[in-house]
């Protein structure tokens, strides 16, 4: 994963950002994840494929922000699953909504992954 705006962090949800190759990728939104580290530690999160239209970026990623976890993991791989799928992207009126939305995805992924018995193993 690469180094993004990093606005993520100062918005209160630190993320990873992988670039996409596809100009226009298929199945843009919102959905939960689970992602592994190369060292095998595997995390629920939630996570948008897109653009970002609210404060938009410049080519589409796939942008994650794992659960319960706070470490540099800039350049390491992430392989993620796409678990479910909770909303398309939308452009917010402010960033203060989008911040808002962002905490209720993430509570809403992690009530799905509980709900369905998901395990990290
Ligand atoms: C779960 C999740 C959902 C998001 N949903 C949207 C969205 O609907 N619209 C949008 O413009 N950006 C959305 N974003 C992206 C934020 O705008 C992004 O985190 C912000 O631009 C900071 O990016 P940066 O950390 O790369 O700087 C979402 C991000 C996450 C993690």
Redesign the pocket.
């Known amino acids: 994963m690469a180094r993004?705006?990093?606005?993520?962090?100062q918005?209160g949800?630190?993320?990873a950002?992988i670039p996409l190759a596809e100009e226009r990728p298929v199945g843009t939104g919102?959905y939960v994840v689970r992602s592994r580290l190369a060292d095998g530690r595997a995390f629920f999160g939630?996570?948008?494929v897109?653009c970002?239209?609210?404060?938009p970026?410049t080519a589409p990623?796939l942008?994650?922000?794992l659960f319960d976890f706070d470490e540099d993991i800039y350049d390491q791989t992430l392989s993620t699953e796409l678990l479910a799928y909770l909303?398309?992207?939308?452009?917010?009126a402010s960033v203060a909504a989008?911040i808002d939305?962002?905490f209720a995805?993430?509570e809403e992924a992690r009530r799905y992954c509980k709900d369905h018995g998901l395990r990290l193993t």
């Open positions: 993004g705006l990093q606005l993520g962090r918005l949800f630190p993320t950002n919102v939630v996570a948008s897109g970002n239209p609210t404060i970026k990623v942008e994650v922000w909303r398309p992207e939308e452009q917010f989008l939305q962002v995805d993430a």
